[in-house]
């Protein structure tokens, strides 16, 4: 900004017409034209107040500052979101009736002042800010320690104090209810949702948060993953050598069995399709670009061309940008990159352009020499609490690629991902996956929306072979132990330990869960998520 100067602004948006996300989206990249958009909240869901017969709103909330020459003042600035109003499609109706856009000035420095202009009246801070959920809870979560200005209280303290309030609401409603032996009270919460704007299908998906854990199913196109390599890739059809009008058949005959196991996964209950052309097992082999959109693009494209699948959204396992901007363009609507961007410096401005949901993992090395000695060292010997110093390497390491993503990518499109099993032994994962240390990690990174994907991996079989070391050396009544059992465990043996650990993460705070086995991982997690909703 020139010269340096700017003045620091506190806006709310909200929008309950239209497609919602691409409104509050399209007001964002306005704001950027009036200066640095410096943090976003969440996104969340919230019903209507005040007048209630209309559509549920999306809420956010940035800090914008401001270009001190293109604002000089708050009723400067309150004109140019106006314009922005204006420009997004915005119609006055009525006060507190649906729109397209609307964007409420909340602080403006410390400033406490009201302008009582006919055309354009001010008053910041905004008035009705203490009795907002919708506008606190955003404003929560990127200012909480910002003190205001007539309250004298953080946001944070203003957003418990709110919650007590509708606590107590909600008790002495209920208490009259039931006298009048009626159950409807029940406030509707805020829901933080995830939204997946896909530009070939021309929608938006809304992953919600919060409710259940999301199940995001496994695809792999590839010949070479260690537990179902080859199972799903494309085959070379019978048919290949025939004229060139079956060619159509023939390629959709190749890509039958990836098919029929997307179809599968989705009728389980996968809420995502992770579908990934290159194998990042520990030693994988390298694949190249044209290799790997060769795999996944023809599987991809034939679930967009079916349009029953239209609802279902689809993520790209990849860590180079060629191939993710090959895969949202055939119609995917999530990135999810186990190199946060440090494979291919052209994968966050990609995900930043396109607006994408994107999953930043954490790793050290590559799939070839991630397993060498150095990258699996995070703490000193003796250094203290090595759980929470391996989670605070994590944190901070993964921190770099989020902090590049907060330039142009709003903070409701970013996934985390500590990363399980890629430069982490058996006793790293572990130690990540203690749930108050993996909830810590988690609100270390701002509470961003956490995957854990830890299926069937090999520590969950020493896990397995450790437990059972354990119990014989309980039972046994000999001094010397018995020998651990030498059987292979089996791929049902890892999705039933799979299932049990995912339970664990819950624990820490996981809201998506990356799996082969969805059917089993919902008969497992499902209840327990019931129990702790109890």
């Known amino acids: 900004m020139a010269g340096g100067r700017s003045h620091t602004a506190f806006i709310a948006l909200g929008s309950n017409l239209g497609d ?17 958009v410096k943090a976003t909240s969440f996104l969340y869901q919230s019903a209507p107040m ?21 604002c000089a003042s708050s009723h400067h600035l309150l004109r140019e979101l106006k314009k922005i109003e204006a420009q997004c499609g915005r119609e006055k109706t009525f006060a507190n009736g649906p729109r397209v856009i609307d964007l409420d000035l909340l602080f403006f420095n410390d400033e406490v002042a009201t302008i009582p202009v006919e055309d354009l009246p001010l008053a910041v801070p905004h008035p009705r800010i203490a009795e907002r959920d919708f506008v606190l809870k955003p404003l929560a979560d990127i200012a909480p320690h910002f003190m205001h200005p007539t309250a004298q209280q953080t946001i944070k303290e203003l957003w418990q104090q709110l919650q007590q309030q509708q606590q107590r609401q909600q008790q002495s409603a209920t208490a009259v209810c039931d006298n009048d032996n009626n159950s409807d009270t029940a406030l509707v919460p805020l ?28 695809l792999n196109v590839t010949p070479d993953s260690f537990s179902d390599g080859g199972a799903y890739v494309a085959r070379p059809s019978s048919s290949s ?11 959709s005959a190749s890509i039958a069995p990836a098919l029929d196991h997307f179809a599968r996964l989705v009728a389980d209950g996968a809420d995502i399709v992770d579908i990934g052309g290159e194998s990042t097992r520990p030693n994988a082999a390298f694949v190249t670009e044209d290799e790997e959109i060769r795999r996944i693009i023809p599987v991809i494209r034939a ?3 079916d349009r ?16 993710a901007e090959a895969a949202l363009r055939a119609g995917v609507d999530i990135v999810n990159d186990v190199s946060a961007g440090h494979f291919d410096a052209a994968m966050l401005p990609l995900v930043i352009e396109w607006q994408v949901p994107y999953v930043a993992m954490h790793m050290r090395g590559d799939p ?3 397993t060498q000695a150095h990258h699996l060292q995070y703490v000193q010997a003796g250094s203290g609490d090595a759980a929470h110093g391996i989670s605070d390497v994590v944190a901070k390491e993964l921190a770099v690629s989020l902090d590049q993503l907060d330039r142009g990518l709003p903070r409701w499109l970013q996934i985390i991902d500590p990363g399980i099993g890629f430069a982490k032994d058996a006793r790293i994962n572990v130690a990540l996956l203690q749930p108050e240390v993996l909830r810590r990690w988690k609100e270390q990174l701002c509470d961003r929306a956490l995957l854990v994907g830890l299926s069937r991996k090999r520590f969950l079989t020493h896990l397995h072979q450790s437990a059972a070391a354990a119990a014989a050396a309980t039972s046994s009544s000999s001094s010397q132990l018995p020998p651990l059992p030498t059987t292979t465990d089996t791929i049902e043996d890892r999705d039933r330990w799979t299932a049990g650990a995912n339970c664990v993460a819950l624990l820490g705070g996981a809201d998506i869960l990356r799996v082969h086995d969805v059917a089993t991982t919902k ?10 909703q109890t």
């Open 368 to 370: 070839t020499t991630m």
């Open 50 to 70: 005040y007048f209630t017969d209309q559509a549920p709103f999306l809420n956010a909330a940035v800090e914008l500052h401001v270009d001190t020459q293109r």
């Open 191 to 218: 829901r933080r949702v995830i939204p997946c704007m896909n530009r070939v299908l021309k929608r938006t998906k809304y992953l919600t948060l919060g409710e259940r854990p999301l199940i995001m199913g496994i």
């Open 523 to 532: 008969q497992t997690c499902s209840p327990f998520v019931q129990l702790l």
């Open 20 to 36: 919602r996300a691409h409104n509050i989206h399209g007001a964002i990249d306005a704001l950027r034209q009036l200066g640095e």
């Open 308 to 323: 029953r699948w239209d609802d279902v959204v689809l993520s790209v396992d990849t860590r180079k940008a060629r191939v």
């Open 241 to 251: 050598s025939t004229p060139s009008s079956s060619s159509s058949s023939s390629s």
């Open 303 to 305: 679930i967009r061309a």
